[in-house]
């Protein structure tokens, strides 16, 4: 196997969205950071109520999929369709904007832990106008594999083999036509402990330690930064002497322009105002 190297590391800021929700933004903090065909990954975490009470009160999204990820915590979506989903610790909400969605994600505790993460993986321009859909997948139905060692690996997209063991994540390109073939794995490793992983050749990747921090061909990611990889068919990841949990997240690049207002994302800036257009006439959706 050709063993991935870092590219570069990615630090997150701190910031907030939607009503004041406080979390930390790598990906998406800016235009130019960004990962093809991932436009943004913020990671939420907190104690404190007051960082995550007020919540994502209604907005849109056209162009693109947004991929909740809970660790902790409780949230219910609601959107323009009707659809209400709960989404609690361990599960995932795999939401395709399409030409248009309006929804929100509102805490279901007014106390306690929340913590997990939002990704944002682009469309390619022939699925940006599709209609919305989204999938809400319990933490049951997300495949997981204990190895030796006390390591594990949960599989919530795409295919992975690990040491003879092969999962198939409840969201995978084999099943649709996902131009993108997302892989989207969370592992939690003991102290010292080291694990090989199949990633995709060409595809765009990256790990994120949120607890503990990891090794990579022989460099050290402090937890909360992305690690962007350079190519090859393989990452080795080894955890600090905390221990570790990350998530390791690749796709394949769309190698499309990219024109973002907001929630909208799509390939020109026509396309972008008649998004504009479309919401204010309340047709976003339509
Ligand atoms: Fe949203």
């Known amino acids: 196997m050709n063993a991935r190297i870092i590219d570069k590391i990615i ?11 406080r979390l930390r933004r790598s990906f998406g903090s800016h235009a130019a950071l960004r990962l093809d065909p991932f436009l943004l990954f913020d990671e939420f975490g ?5 960082d995550y009470i007020a ?9 693109f999929e947004t991929v909740t990820y809970m660790i902790d915590g409780h949230m219910r979506h609601e959107d323009h369709l009707g659809n209400v989903g709960e989404l609690k610790s361990g599960g995932v909400q795999w939401m395709t904007a399409g030409r248009g969605i ?8 007014d106390r306690g832990r929340m913590r997990g993460f939002q990704l944002w993986i682009n469309l390619p321009a022939r699925d940006k106008m599709q209609p919305a859909h989204y999938r809400d997948i319990p933490a049951g139905e997300i495949p997981s594999v204990e190895l030796a060692g006390g390591r594990s690996v949960k599989v919530i997209a795409g295919r992975i083999a690990v040491e003879g063991r092969e999962l198939t994540g409840p969201i995978n390109a084999v099943a649709g036509s996902m131009a993108t073939d997302p892989l989207y794995v969370d592992v939690q490793l003991p102290a010292g402990a080291a694990i090989a992983l199949p990633v995709p050749a060409g595809h765009h990747a990256f790990v994120y330690p949120f607890e503990g921090e990891v090794v990579i061909a022989g460099e050290r990611i402090r937890q909360h930064s992305a690690a962007v990889l350079a190519d090859g068919d393989s990452v080795h990841v080894t955890a600090g002497a905390a221990g570790a949990r990350f998530v390791l997240i690749a796709g394949r690049p769309l190698n499309e322009p990219v024109v973002q207002y907001g929630p909208f ?15 204010r006439a309340g047709r976003l959706a339509a």
């Open 46 to 50: 907190t104690e404190n109520p007051e």
């Open 11 to 21: 630090l997150s800021v701190k910031t907030s969205d939607g009503a004041g929700v």
């Open 55 to 63: 919540g994502f009160p209604p907005h849109p999204h056209r162009g």
């Open 102 to 109: 309006i929804h929100s994600e509102m805490p279901q505790q």
């Open 265 to 279: 994302v799509m390939n020109t800036p026509e396309e972008i105002e008649q998004a504009v257009a479309d919401f």
